[in-house]
C-alpha cells in the first residue's frame, strides 16, 4: 500500500507564492516518478508537473516559468515550488506516484489564489 501526504496549501494574493511538499510511504521505489496533478472546481483533474527518478521534468504549459517541480527521493519526498500564482491556479493540488504500473495520489490539499 502507498501513502501519500501533502501539506503546504493556502490562500495567496494574486501574485504571491506558495510551496507544496508531499511525503510518500509504503511500497514505493526511489526509482517512482513523482509528481503534481490538480483540479478546479468544475474541471477534470490535470497534470501539473512530474519528475522522474533521474530527474526529467514533464510539466504543463500553463505552469513553466511559474511552477519548479523537485524531489528528494532518500526522503521520498516531492516539492512544488509556486510563483506568480493566479486566481486561475485554485484548485485541489494532489500529489501523485507511479509505481508498478499504478498512479497514486494523495488526499490533497487546496490552493487558493484570490485576485
Known amino acids: 500500500q502507498v501513502r501519500l501526504v501533502e501539506s503546504g496549501g493556502g490562500l495567496v494574493q494574486a501574485g504571491g507564492s506558495l510551496r507544496l511538499s508531499c511525503v510518500a510511504s509504503g511500497s514505493i521505489s526511489s526509482s517512482d516518478t513523482m509528481g503534481w496533478l490538480r483540479q478546479a472546481p468544475g474541471k477534470q483533474r490535470e497534470l501539473v508537473a512530474q519528475?522522474?527518478?533521474?530527474?526529467?521534468?514533464n510539466a504543463s504549459d500553463d505552469v513553466k516559468g511559474r511552477f519548479t517541480i523537485s524531489r528528494d527521493s532518500a526522503k521520498s519526498m516531492v516539492f512544488l515550488q509556486m510563483s506568480s500564482l493566479k486566481p486561475e491556479d485554485t484548485a485541489v493540488y494532489y500529489c501523485?506516484?507511479?509505481?508498478?504500473?499504478?498512479?497514486?495520489w494523495g488526499q490533497g490539499t487546496q490552493v487558493t489564489v484570490s485576485s
Open positions: 519528475i522522474t527518478s533521474g530527474g526529467s521534468i
Open positions: 501523485t506516484l507511479w509505481t508498478r504500473g499504478v498512479l497514486y
